[in-house]
């Protein structure tokens, strides 16, 4: 059991949509200028120091991955890809969650870093059931955390995935 507890919310990654020339506030809210890996590794830094060694459990409790923002498709897809997902992004399927979360670890890889790196400070990283945004996506919480989980394991830290309901 960990000593202390960080939990966010609301962080609604999604995957980083290049800078239009032509409209340039097109999405401009997804472009890489408005992410906060960075402030985010500042809060756990934070949260690693005020615990002055004790062990740190990091939360993630809901809305943390924006699904339905994920527009990209696969460049060979393993799955028949239909003319609706074409226009308006991947159904909330299984195989096209687990390719949706990589797209956004991918794009986020400061986030994906330092919740790998939260080296002794980090006892687990528990992910709660609903850490998604997008219809449908939460019936595959189960195989996203086991995605985010596979990504952010390090030596010596033991990684949970939570599926307790908010």
């Known amino acids: 059991m960990a000593s202390h507890t960080a939990i966010i919310s609301d962080l609604h990654l999604c995957e980083a949509e290049p800078v239009n020339l032509r409209f340039p506030l097109w ?26 060694g004790a062990s740190v459990e990091l ?42 979360i990589e797209v956004i670890l991918k794009d986020h890889t400061p986030f994906e870093a330092t ?13 709660r059931t609903g850490a998604t945004t997008g219809k449908g996506s939460r019936r595959h919480d189960d195989t996203v955390s086991r995605e985010i989980k596979g990504s952010s394991a390090t030596p010596g830290g033991s990684e949970k995935a939570g599926t307790g309901r908010q």
């Not at 999405?27 to 002055?52: G, I, P, Y």
């Not at 393993?78 to 003319?83: A, L, P, R």
């Not at 919740?115 to 992910?127: H, K, Q, V």
Request: proline share 4%; with cysteine; glycine share 4%.
């Open 115 to 127: 919740t790998s790196a939260l080296g002794d400070c980090r006892e687990c990283i528990a992910y």
């Open 27 to 52: 999405k401009k809210f997804k472009t890489r200028q408005f992410f906060f890996d960075d402030t985010f590794e500042v809060f756990l830094k934070s949260c690693e120091e005020k615990a002055q």
């Open 59 to 100: 939360v993630l409790n809901g809305d943390i991955f924006d699904f339905d923002s994920v527009l990209r498709l696969p460049d060979e897809p393993v799955f028949h890809v239909s003319g609706l997902e074409k226009r308006r992004g991947l159904f909330p399927i299984e195989e096209r969650s687990r390719f949706k």
